[in-house]
């Protein structure tokens, strides 16, 4: 059965405290893996694609990257407007749907 | 660049009572998604729609809910009888089939309780 599983379910950091998020998948048929970013109160809004293991994208403090098992989201010195909570989801080859995981709840505190 | 429109913003109701979600995907787009988000998971798809033909159904509970998107544009989403259960943020998303990536553009949500 295809699943995604999130981990932490919770992060806080500091302020410029670094941390990596993480997403494990098991899918027949992985043709893209999304990362999107959900404020309080909105729907998810797209920040990647990454669609074969190695590749890693990059957008202001965040990469992620991709293995065939799984995905990191890093973030690099992090500030309170990074708060949000993080949802991956994989892509099927076979219908294109997503199927997310829970998320990750990341709290930066000033 | 407009984005995907939604309404109501919020809607409460009693169980047992009908209710209607409203959707405008982002103008070219021809695939439209409605998604149920339950507090702490991620988004559920309910139904996907490929102009006004239906995709994909089968997580919808039919005996309880509907859905139709007319003239390929525009979409509502219909839960009659409601139940307690069905407390949720419903989410509309929009993509493009000529886009490579077919990426997935969300409205804010409708945000639904049930009393």
């Known amino acids: 059965e295809d699943q995604v599983t999130q981990s932490p379910e919770a992060l806080r950091l500091q302020e410029g405290e670094s941390s990596s998020l993480n997403c494990s998948y098991t899918?027949?048929?992985?043709?893209?893996l999304f990362w999107y970013r959900q404020d309080p109160g909105k729907g998810p809004e797209f920040l990647f694609t990454?669609?074969?293991?190695?590749e890693e994208k990059e957008k202001e403090r965040l990469k992620a990257t991709l293995t065939k098992k799984e995905s990191f989201l890093h973030i690099t010195a992090p500030k309170p407007e990074d708060s949000a909570t993080y949802l991956c989801?994989?892509?099927?080859?076979?219908?294109?749907?997503?199927?997310w995981g829970a998320g990750t709840k990341l709290i930066i505190k000033p | 660049e407009a984005g995907v429109a939604q309404s109501p913003r919020y809607k409460i109701i009693e169980k047992r009572q009908s209710v209607a979600f409203w959707c405008n995907p982002i103008?070219?787009?021809?695939?439209l998604y409605w998604y149920q988000q339950i507090l702490g998971q991620g988004p559920k798809l309910l139904i996907q729609?490929?102009?006004?033909?239906?995709?994909?159904d089968s997580q919808l509970p039919k005996d309880r809910f509907s859905a139709e998107r007319l003239k390929g544009v525009d979409s509502t989403l219909k839960i009659q009888p409601a139940k307690l259960e069905d407390s949720a943020v419903y989410l509309c998303?929009?993509?493009?089939?000529?886009?490579?990536?077919?990426?997935?553009?969300f409205g804010p949500g409708t945000r639904l309780l049930v009393l």
């Open positions: 990454l669609y074969s293991a190695g």
């Open positions: 899918v027949s048929g992985l043709r893209g």
């Open positions: 998303a929009s993509s493009s089939p000529t886009e490579y990536q077919e990426t997935q553009y």
């Open positions: 729609f490929q102009n006004n033909g239906v995709v994909d």
């Open positions: 103008s070219g787009h021809a695939t």
């Open positions: 989801a994989v892509q099927r080859r076979s219908n294109y749907q997503l199927i």
